[in-house]
């Protein structure tokens, strides 16, 4: 009967964790219409910087005017094979979105919640208007929050098991988050 009862806990915790995405990729589409004028700035960077005239706004003119490297260059990248930065941003930001709502669920399971709990956490966050909103921006947040969101839980993980394996994810991860925002408060 136990064994009865926690298989169709999984299974009702798994369908949550299906809706919270569904959930996410409807409430996202109705800002997919929506870009960050802040955007357009990184766009240009990258387009530059893929066309060869360097990471500048204007060629020429020498000015940092981002304070996003990695995803400048993330966007300068997918740019050069001839992508539009604006839709990769999006779609980037919009898998990054549903990685965060997967990785809530099991890093709440890591810190003890049960899966019920963990997967309402999730769909509470796919409700979210914030996530939403910035998951469609073409802006850097939803990449750097994911980051955050990972060192948490490979934390976590390291606490459970300390390995180099762990130790090292860790430090990437913190190496890229420090790449991500020049400006941030985290590290």
Known sequence: MDLYLEMRKRKISYLIIVLALMTAIYHQSLFLSWTSDDAFISYRYAENLSRG?????NPGE???GFSNFLWTL???????????????SKTISFCFSLLIIFFTYKTAIAYGLDKSASSICSLILAFSSSLAYYAMSGLE???YSFLLLLAVFINKRYEEEPTLKYFASLYV????ISLTLSHNKFI
């Open 53 to 57: 005239k360097g990471l500048v706004f």
């Open 74 to 88: 993330v966007l300068a990248l997918f740019s050069f094979i001839g992508l539009s930065p604006l839709w990769v």
């Open 173 to 176: 991860i913190l190496l890229l």
């Open 141 to 143: 947040t939803v990449f």
């Open 62 to 64: 020498r000015v940092e």
